[in-house]
């Protein structure tokens, strides 16, 4: 089955550059979009088709992709960006949709 | 405004088949592009997709549940109904609804539900 891998966790420190990345295989011909998870609450979608920003999502959320790996880039931190963060694509070739293992992302 | 809101019992026995209904207003699961998903997430646990169904009634199953899983839908009511077989304790999970719009190649959950808990457990 497809898979989605993304680093654990990843720490910043506030108004710092954060990265989080998520590598699959051909992820380079598929779409990968972005969801935060803050604790207690439903993910919010915050990238999609590799690089857009739904209405409403800060300017401070980026995606990009190179190859098969998608990152998805926070400038400026804040603490109220602390959370767990997922990957996801569409696998075409099953018509699956894929979530990574998430990432937390730690502001101190 | 979208809203979705999952409902369904907090607790099943195992073996027993789990019901959940996403009730959704703001939108119409008649659109073309138009679709509504289930996912889970175990306590502490990443995000697992289980199931969509689309405007046109296609319907699609995670690889590793399929066999235990159907979704349907009454677009009349604005709900689409999961039924998950044979349930096991490591299915206690957040069960949420989330709608999806196709765009192209584009498959992204724009809307979540609140999400409901379901512990399996007897």
């Known amino acids: 089955s497809y898979e989605l891998t993304q680093p654990p966790s990843v720490s910043v420190s506030p108004g710092q550059t954060a990265s989080i990345t998520c590598s699959g295989d051909k992820l380079g011909n598929k779409y990968a979009c972005w969801y935060q998870q803050k604790p207690g609450q439903s993910p919010v979608l915050v990238i999609y088709?590799?690089?857009k920003r739904p209405s409403g999502i800060p300017e401070r959320f980026s995606g990009s992709k190179s190859g098969n790996t998608a990152t998805l880039t926070i400038s400026g931190t804040q603490s109220m960006d602390e959370a767990d963060y997922y990957c996801?694509?569409?696998?075409?070739?099953?018509?699956?949709?894929?979530f990574g293992g998430g990432t937390k992302l730690t502001v101190l | 405004q979208v809203t979705l809101r999952e409902s369904g019992p907090a607790l099943v026995k195992p073996t027993q088949t789990l019901t959940l209904t996403c009730i959704f207003s703001?939108?119409?699961?008649?659109?073309?592009?138009?679709?509504v998903g289930w996912i889970r997430q175990p306590p502490g646990k990443a995000l697992e997709w289980l199931a969509l169904i689309d405007w046109d009634d296609d319907k699609y199953y995670s690889t590793s549940l399929k066999t235990r899983l159907t979704i349907s839908k009454d677009t009349s009511k604005n709900q689409v109904v999961l039924t998950m077989t044979d349930m096991d304790p490591v299915d206690t999970a957040t069960y949420y609804c989330?709608?999806?719009?196709?765009?192209?190649?584009?498959?992204?959950?724009?809307?979540w539900g609140q999400g409901t808990m379901v512990a399996v457990s007897s």
């Open positions: 996801q694509a569409w696998d075409s070739s099953t018509a699956d949709v894929v």
């Open positions: 088709q590799d690089t």
């Open positions: 703001g939108f119409s699961l008649s659109t073309s592009g138009m679709c």
């Open positions: 989330a709608r999806m719009r196709i765009v192209g190649a584009t498959r992204a959950f724009d809307i």
